[in-house]
């Protein structure tokens, strides 16, 4: 069946590049998802990639896609301890349907 | 633009009892919200996908006359956990997509259910 996979934890000091990896089993998607959740809240979307695209910048940002090992990727810039929240990868269709989530990362930042 | 309020954001019951969450598109017409539940350090468990005048769509596993949904106009979708027991408790969260193509969800901020 569908599945999103991706690692439970990543630490980095404040100020590193954040790398947070995703794989992926549905070739027929037509977007790449990375939300972000923090603590007792929902889930906010934070920036997409549509499938047939290898990158996308957005400020400090950098989404990867490579469609043939099914992998995505999200690099966060000068990581801040704002950014400590639970990273959750997802692939679907527009609109939201058919989306599949994975467990998500929890990303610790250091100060 | 594109927000989604749920409430409550946490509330406590006594088991036996019923509880009803709300998830609101404030600024757009949702046709289609969806229901999830999320357990500790777990992602996302769809539970159901209601459309504005139908009856809800429920996944594989998922109790319809447990968790009745509502979803009564294009901004308001509900959900009632009845009966509720502990092994209920969770944390739901609602999402909302726009009509059109919208891209990705909108999610509420999310409800924290504790049945004591």
């Known amino acids: 069946g569908e599945d999103v996979e991706q690692s439970l934890f990543l630490s980095v000091r404040e100020g590193d590049s954040s790398v947070i990896n995703c794989t992926y089993t549905d070739s027929s998607s037509t977007y790449l998802y990375w939300y972000k959740q923090e603590p007792g809240a929902g889930l906010q979307l934070l920036t997409y990639?549509?499938?047939?695209?290898d990158m996308k910048q957005d400020q400090r940002l950098t989404v990867l896609l490579n469609k043939k090992d099914k992998h995505l990727s999200l690099r966060i810039a000068d990581t801040q301890t704002g950014d400590s929240a639970i990273y959750f990868c997802?692939?679907?269709?527009?609109?939201?349907?058919?989306?599949?989530f994975g467990a998500g990362t929890r990303l610790f930042v250091k100060a | 633009g594109a927000v989604v309020s749920q409430h409550p954001s946490w509330v406590i019951c006594k088991s036996g009892t019923s509880v009803k969450i709300e998830c609101r598109s404030l600024?757009?017409?949702?046709?289609?919200m969806f229901w999830y539940r999320q357990f500790p350090k777990q992602s996302l468990m769809l539970m159901a996908t209601?459309?504005?005048?139908?009856?809800?769509?429920?996944e594989q596993g998922v109790e319809k006359d447990k968790f009745l949904i509502n979803h009564a106009s294009l901004t308001l979708s509900t959900l009632t956990v009845t009966s509720a027991h502990p092994e209920d408790s969770s944390f739901y969260i609602c999402?909302?997509?726009?009509?059109?193509?919208?891209?990705?969800?909108?999610f509420g901020s999310g409800t924290r259910l504790t049945v004591v």
């Open positions: 997802a692939e679907g269709e527009a609109g939201g349907f058919k989306t599949i």
């Open positions: 999402s909302a997509s726009r009509e059109g193509t919208q891209i990705g969800y909108t």
């Open positions: 990639i549509f499938s047939n695209m």
């Open positions: 600024d757009f017409q949702a046709t289609t």
């Open positions: 209601s459309n504005e005048g139908s009856k809800a769509t429920y």
